[in-house]
T-cell receptor, first 110, second 114 residues
Framework: DQQVKQNSPSLSVQEGRISILNCDYT??????FLWYKKYPAEGPTFLIS?????DKNEDGRFTVFLNKSAKHLSLHIVPSQPGDSAVYFCAAKIGHDMRFGAGTRLTVKP | KAGVTQTPRYLIKTRGQQVTLSCSPISGHRSVSWYQQTPGQGLQFLFE???????NKGNFPGRFSGRQFSNSRSEMNVSTLELGDSALYLC?????????????FGPGTRLTVL
């Protein structure tokens, strides 16, 4: 059941520009959303999160936006750096239940 | 604090065999979740354990089972392996698995079924 969808399997951006990763969800009961980053041969690492009562959360170069009416989540990375190249997963939670998207591979070119 | 550890890191099995994977959570964490990652499918939730009890379960067949010990370490077992079970199996721990608890992932066990 694809309750969380990342429709872009890959994204390529130039160093210094903005990276925008998108995520859509179908279950309006999700109340907490997260982004994880994954490098090859490592487990995903937590990046940033947002609760459903907010529409924006910032942490340094990373900002997550939540549009509840559209059931849409996005992650903005500004400015993008080559070290940001990784697979990014969005996730949505209801209580203890967390569902992930399929991931978007971000490549930041120098 | 040491991170989440998973053993073994790599495993090759043949169809019909069974396999047991192990996960040691971060010290003090009581919730352990298991995920299967396959190309194009992302992370599929298998189950979550808290205080030795399965608290939540994903949509996987009964061949996939798990347990948690009193020290919070967890094992996952897959019986009668199929080719489609080849995947990266990830374990994640959190303090209590609560609403805003962050899950910390281990490096995963890469299972190949021949």
């Amino acid at each position: 059941d694809q309750q969380v969808k990342q429709n872009s399997p890959s994204l390529s951006v130039q160093e210094g520009r903005i990276s925008i990763l998108n995520c859509d969800y179908t279950n309006s009961m999700f109340d907490y959303f997260l982004w994880y980053k994954k490098y090859p041969a490592e487990g995903p690492t937590f990046l940033i999160s947002i609760s459903s009562i907010k529409d924006k959360n910032e942490d340094g170069r990373f900002t997550v936006f939540l549009n509840k009416s559209a059931k849409h989540l996005s992650l903005h990375i500004v400015p993008s750096q080559p070290g940001d190249s990784a697979v990014y997963f969005c996730a949505a939670k209801i209580g203890h239940d967390m569902r992930f998207g399929a991931g978007t591979r971000l490549t930041v070119k120098p | 604090k040491a991170g989440v550890t998973q053993t073994p890191r790599y495993l090759i099995k043949t169809r019909g065999q069974q396999v047991t994977l192990s996960c040691s959570p971060i010290s003090g964490h009581r919730s352990v979740s298991w995920y299967q990652q396959t190309p194009g499918q992302g992370l599929q939730f298998l189950f979550e354990y808290f205080s030795e009890t399965q608290r939540n379960k994903g949509n996987f067949p009964g061949r996939f089972s798990g347990r948690q010990f009193s020290n919070s370490r967890s094992e996952m077992n897959v019986s009668t392996l199929e080719l489609g079970d080849s995947a990266l199996y990830l374990c994640a721990s959190s303090a209590a698995g609560g609403w805003t608890d962050t899950q910390y992932f281990g490096p995963g066990t890469r299972l190949t079924v021949l």
